[in-house]
């Protein structure tokens, strides 16, 4: 559940769920998540299943095959002023057969700082920028892709506090650093080695180990997240998801970013296409002068013009091989000179892999994570 509030109060609750393919998935296309919001001087109110809430719509995304996303948008006004809003989600049950769980229940907790007259957007996220395919025997390496829209600094932690959540563990290993990078170990026993069938959860398939996650803003926002790694062999007989890297450049204010974004895929042969999916900046705001990605090459254009030094933002690319799904960010770092050109410099250790993808359409934080409930 990812919170911001505008000006006048107004709290709106960007809210995704996971749920098998094939099935019933939850109220759809009514709520599936109904959540319950605390705050000072006794506020009390919930957002979802009609209860106290404006709904901004739901919307079913089967991109992936391994999971069916419900994303849905409810607001709430707070009539309280300043002060820190809790808000609670649970509800009942994992996918049977998912390791690391010490309960069949489920639950998140969010919250978010007002003062009582800034609009405020302490953290944005999408959950699907955390790829779950573990690749067995192969270190995983990804990060949740977060920014601050109100320019403070987040932190993250490998566990939640609430104690909301059914997650007992997340693979022996697991792991976020300061800077939000989620790392497997390749020998982690709770994911396997050797032979397909070790760890894998036969009764959902794909949903193979659980984790949990919380990132804060130093304002004292919160969002919790959980999700489950689903644990492959690559043994030349199974389909791998693609692959988008993650970069950080800087360019020069007022100067225009020219960026090339590569996808890839384990599988030869397999004809992938790349979204660019969102783009956030300081404030939280969508910057004039973002021309998008050519459909073809594969370039990343943006003019920088009405930005200022230390300004950065965040842009999102999505590729799927028709079936399984990738992000990766380009995280734009901006910076003072004299100069007309941009500056683009690849974070330490990127390579540029071959095999340009094609480019589709914008969109707003769409697909990807796994069935849980």
């Not at 719509?57 to 069916?68: F, H, I, V």
């Not at 809003?85 to 639950?107: P, R």
């Not at 892999?353 to 934080?365: D, E, Q, R």
């Amino acid at each position: 559940m990812v919170p911001s509030v505008s000006a006048n109060g107004v709290l709106t609750l960007d809210m995704v769920s996971f749920w098998r393919q094939g099935t019933t998935v939850c109220s759809f296309p009514s709520d599936c998540i109904s959540a319950s919001v605390t705050g000072p001087s006794g506020f009390q109110g919930g957002v979802g299943g009609g209860v106290g809430a404006n709904s901004g719509g739901e919307s079913l995304d089967n991109a992936d095959s391994r999971r069916s996303e419900v994303r849905q948008v409810d607001t709430l006004q707070l009539t309280q002023g300043a002060g820190l809003y809790t808000i609670d989600f649970s509800g009942c049950c994992w996918v049977g057969g998912v390791e690391g769980l010490n309960s069949s229940s489920y639950g998140t907790r969010s919250t978010i700082f007002w003062d009582g007259q800034t609009a405020n957007a302490p953290i944005l996220f999408d959950l699907e920028n955390i790829q779950q395919e573990v690749v067995r025997g192969q270190n995983y390496s990804d990060n949740v892709d977060a920014t601050s829209g109100n320019g403070l600094a987040l932190s993250y932690a490998a566990t939640t506090a609430s104690g909301l959540t059914g997650v007992a563990s997340g693979p022996d290993t697991y792991s976020i650093d300061a800077n939000g990078t989620i790392t497997i170990a390749a020998g982690d026993q709770a994911l396997g080695t050797g032979t397909y069938d070790i760890n894998d959860n036969n009764f959902e398939p794909g949903a193979d180990h659980a984790f949990e996650g919380t990132i804060a803003n130093a304002d004292g926002s919160s969002i919790e997240f959980y999700w489950v790694f689903d644990g492959v062999e690559d043994d030349g007989t199974n389909n791998l998801a693609p692959q988008v890297d993650d970069l950080v450049v800087t360019v020069v204010a007022g100067t225009t970013l020219n960026q090339v974004i590569t996808a890839t895929d384990p599988n030869s042969g397999d004809t992938l296409t790349l979204d660019l999916i969102s783009f956030d900046g300081a404030g939280g705001t969508f910057p004039g002068g973002l021309s998008g990605a050519s459909p073809l090459s594969g370039n990343f254009s943006w003019d920088s013009t009405g930005t200022s030094a230390g300004d950065s933002f965040l842009a999102l690319f999505e590729a799927s091989d028709g079936s399984l799904t990738d992000r990766g960010s380009l995280r734009i770092n901006v910076i003072a000179g004299g100069g007309t050109s941009p500056v683009p410099l690849p974070a330490a250790g990127f390579l540029l892999l071959g095999g340009i993808a094609s480019l589709g359409g914008l969109g707003a934080m769409r697909r990807r994570s796994k069935p849980k409930a």
